[in-house]
Every structure is written in structure tokens, then in C-alpha cells.
T-cell receptor, first 113, second 111 residues
Framework: KAGVTQTPRYLIKTRGQQVTLSCSPISGHRSVSWYQQTPGQGLQFLFEYFSETQRNKGNFPGRFSGRQFSNSRSEMNVSTLELGDSALYLC????????????FGEGSRLTVL | GQQLNQSPQSMFIQEGEDVSMNCTSSSIFNTWLWYKQDPGEGPVLLIALYKAGELTSNGRLTAQFGITRKDSFLNISASIPSDVGIYFCAGLRSGTYKYIFGTGTRLKVLA
């Protein structure tokens, strides 16, 4: 079956711009979570959605936002980009509401110049 | 953000050797996951653990859910060059919805 699909895989933006990243979870999975990965900070939790509701949010500024659609697809948006936002953004999905196996996509590599 | 303590941070081993790494926390978890990540790619799920004391294998990999529910262990037997990568643990506390990740163990295998 198809895995978690993230688009775009690579993108370059300049400071002050905004970016939208997309994630299509595995079919049947209703939970989608987003993570930022940088060499110095490891995997940092951004937010998690289940059935279109944001249930958890990490310690990121309000410039980072997300949403989930009725088909479980999710998007995250970063406005007013800063150099420090350069990172690999990973999306993960799981079937259930609580515990369960978490599957990651390949990630979207964002470079801010 | 919150992260789990994972050790060792990195290790060089000879091909054919066994590898052990662990993840510890001060909190109790009800699920442990182990991942491998290659450069530029997303983490790939290796093993999932759901019960204290549970021992689960996936080929040459074996992981255990610690009895105290505050730790987990991953062993790789007879390592090969393609085992190179970063291994992450992830834990989920009961009643929460977000997994917490370990700091990663970078494995390098010398042929």
C-alpha cells in the first residue's frame, strides 16, 4: 500500500516568504503529526491532528500553523520565514486515536536564504 | 522540546559485531517505537513494542520494552555495512497523543 506522501520534497525560499507543505497519510490513517528535524535539535514535535482537530501543539511560534482536511490530508504553513526555519519537515501518520505504529514520509527539505 | 535520553550518541563497530543501544526516560511509557533513518530520508519504523517486558525481533534486530516501562533497548546482531544510519527511539505516554523522540544513535560500520 502507498506510504505517507509529502510534497514538495525540496524547496528554497527567502526570508520573509511563506511556505505550505502537504502530507497525504496512509489510507485509513486518521492521525497526522508534523516534526521539524535539524542537525542540532533532532526531531521536534510541531503539531498533531486527528479527524481534523488539532490535539497537540509543540513549542513553536505562531508562524507555524497547520490543518487537516476531511480526507485526512494535512498541510502545514510557515509564514515570515527565518533562516533558522531551514530544516527537514517530516509528516507521520497512524491509524488510531491513541497508540499505534507511526509511519513517516520522506520529508520536505526547506532551505531559507 | 522534550526528548528521550538515548545512548550511545554514536558508535563505530566492525562488520559482524553486535550492537546495543538504549533509550531512557523519567516517565512511564505505554508504547515504544524504534526507527532507522538514512541521510536525507524519513525515519523507517523497525519495531513496535506495547507491553512491559515484551521482546520483539525483526530479522537481526531485537528490541525490548523495559520492565519499569521507563526504558527500551535495541540490539543488532552481526552488523553489516547497510546498518549504517541513525537509530531513533520514540515513546508514547498513556493519555497523551504525541510521541517523544530520542536524541538518536549514529551507527557507523567498518567493513
Amino acid at each position: 500500500k502507498a506510504g505517507v506522501t509529502q510534497t514538495p520534497r525540496y524547496l528554497i525560499k527567502t526570508r520573509g516568504q511563506q511556505v505550505t507543505l502537504s502530507c497525504s497519510p496512509i489510507s485509513g490513517h486518521r492521525s497526522v503529526s508534523w516534526y521539524q528535524q535539524t542537525p542540532g535539535q533532532g526531531l521536534q514535535f510541531l503539531f498533531e491532528y486527528f479527524s481534523e482537530t488539532q490535539r497537540n501543539k509543540g513549542n513553536f511560534p505562531g508562524r507555524f500553523s497547520g490543518r487537516q482536511f476531511s480526507n485526512s490530508r494535512s498541510e502545514m504553513n510557515v509564514s515570515t520565514l527565518e533562516l533558522g526555519d531551514s530544516a527537514l519537515y517530516l509528516c507521520a501518520s497512524k491509524r488510531g486515536e491513541d497508540t499505534g505504529e507511526l509511519f513517516f514520509g520522506e520529508g520536505s527539505r526547506l532551505t531559507v536564504l | 522540546g522534550q526528548q528521550l535520553n538515548q545512548s550511545p550518541q554514536s558508535m563505530f563497530i566492525q562488520e559482524g559485531e553486535d550492537v546495543s543501544m538504549n533509550c531512557t526516560s523519567s516517565s512511564i511509557f505505554n508504547t515504544w517505537l524504534w526507527y532507522k533513518q538514512d541521510p536525507g530520508e524519513g525515519p523507517v519504523l523497525l519495531i513496535a513494542l506495547y507491553k512491559a517486558g515484551e521482546l520483539t525481533s525483526n530479522g537481526r534486530l531485537t528490541a525490548q520494552f523495559g520492565i519499569t516501562r521507563k526504558d527500551s533497548f535495541l540490539n543488532i546482531s552481526a552488523s553489516i555495512p547497510s546498518d549504517v544510519g541513525i537509530y531513533f527511539c520514540a515513546g508514547l505516554r498513556s493519555g497523551t497523543y504525541k510521541y517523544i523522540f530520542g536524541t538518536g544513535t549514529r551507527l557507523k560500520v567498518l567493513a
